[in-house]
């Protein structure tokens, strides 16, 4: 499945600009804890630069705020808006990913969770909306009502009552972890979208007998795993997180892989028997 990427919307690009680059780029140099003369060395500029940029007594030349940007790790988005800022117009493009200039990342995507098949793997964007998926995770997603199938967010099939939440046997730690997942997107994003999200997932109830924690004689885990029953088994994964590196538009920047990789021998077998 494809979806079309929405950028920010007018008024929170007004709202941005009217905040001047000098702020910005300081509230991301402190996000970052990096000193002036830091950030100046890492730049080949001066502290005293520096800091009449952020008071505004200097205003930064394109490439100067692209520089800092990537000094402080700045995500693609964030950096639109600081050039914004600045007065200049946005250095990276956000393509729809149906567009056809992406029809060779969509299908190197497609190639690439299918070949961790029978592991489960999706690819979502900046939202959690999941834009493709193996065997794998529908799988896992067997039994799930069309409701959350029909416009599939990751975090809403996890964490719904009506998700795989009642199979999770884990579910208060791994709730935990995806919500500080998102709760530290949302500090470098200030994405109005994913808090909504955040804000509607977290209000799910949780039951209050569901196992919180791992049984005391599991095996201990590398990381931690996602404990989730299918089929009168319950079956171990860890998850990983792919990005693309030195992205150059804001749609592939903010595509993710995931992969769940069994935790352990049993779960291993299990997906090793659907492979034959």
Same mark, same amino acid.
């Given at each position: 499945?494809?979806?079309?990427?929405?950028?920010?919307? +007018?008024?929170?690009?007004?709202?941005?600009?009217?905040?001047?680059?000098?702020?910005?780029?300081?509230? #991301?140099?402190?996000?970052?804890?990096? @000193?002036?003369?830091?950030?100046?060395?890492?730049?080949?500029?001066?502290?005293?630069?520096?800091?009449?940029?952020?008071?505004?007594?200097?205003?930064? @030349?394109?490439?100067?705020?692209?520089?800092?940007?990537?000094?402080?790790?700045?995500?693609?988005?964030?950096?639109?808006?600081?050039?914004?800022?600045?007065?200049?117009?946005?250095?990276?493009?956000?393509?729809?990913?149906?567009?056809?200039?992406?029809?060779?990342?969509?299908?190197?995507?497609?190639?690439?969770?299918?070949?961790?098949?029978?592991?489960?793997?999706?690819?979502?964007?900046?939202?959690?909306?999941?834009?493709?998926?193996?065997?794998?995770?529908?799988?896992?997603?067997?039994?799930?009502?069309?409701?959350?199938?029909?416009?599939?967010?990751?975090?809403?099939?996890?964490?719904?009552?009506?998700?795989? +939440?009642?199979?999770?046997?884990?579910?208060?730690? #791994?709730?935990?972890?995806?919500?500080?997942?998102?709760?530290?997107?949302?500090?470098?994003?200030? @994405?109005?979208?994913?808090? +909504?999200?955040?804000?509607?997932? +977290?209000?799910?109830?949780?039951?209050?007998?569901?196992?919180?924690?791992?049984?005391?004689?599991?095996?201990?885990?590398?990381?931690?795993?996602?404990?989730?029953?299918?089929?009168?088994?319950?079956?171990?994964?860890? @998850?990983?997180?792919?990005?693309?590196?030195?992205?150059?538009?804001?749609?592939?920047?903010?595509?993710?892989?995931?992969?769940?990789?069994?935790?352990?021998?049993?779960?291993?077998?299990?997906?090793?028997?659907?492979?034959?």
């Amino acid at each position: 499945m494809a979806i079309v990427a929405s950028g920010p919307s +007018a008024s929170a690009t007004a709202s941005t600009a009217d905040k001047g680059v000098g702020p910005l780029l300081r509230a #991301w140099r402190e996000r970052r804890r990096i @000193s002036q003369l830091e950030l100046a060395l890492r730049a080949d500029s001066s502290a005293r630069h520096i800091s009449f940029i952020e008071t505004g007594r200097s205003r930064p @030349s394109e490439e100067m705020v692209l520089r800092l940007a990537g000094h402080l790790d700045v995500p693609v988005r964030e950096r639109n808006a600081l050039l914004l800022a600045a007065g200049y117009a946005p250095h990276y493009p956000e393509t729809p990913l149906d567009d056809p200039a992406l029809d060779a990342l969509r299908d190197g995507m497609e190639r690439l969770i299918q070949g961790y098949e029978p592991c489960p793997a999706l690819v979502v964007d900046a939202g959690y909306t999941v834009v493709a998926a193996n065997r794998g995770v529908m799988m896992l997603l067997d039994g799930v009502p069309e409701t959350l199938l029909s416009q599939p967010n990751a975090m809403r099939l996890t964490l719904h009552p009506q998700g795989l +939440a009642p199979r999770i046997r884990n579910l208060r730690a #791994w709730r935990g972890h995806l919500l500080a997942q998102m709760e530290r997107q949302i500090a470098l994003q200030r @994405s109005d979208r994913l808090r +909504a999200l955040y804000e509607e997932v +977290a209000a799910y109830p949780v039951p209050e007998e569901t196992p919180g924690d791992e049984p005391a004689e599991s095996p201990a885990y590398f990381a931690l795993p996602l404990l989730i029953e299918h089929d009168g088994r319950i079956l171990s994964f860890v @998850s990983s997180i792919s990005t693309f590196n030195t992205p150059m538009d804001v749609t592939v920047a903010e595509l993710a892989i995931e992969t769940f990789l069994p935790a352990d021998p049993a779960t291993a077998k299990y997906l090793h028997t659907l492979a034959v």
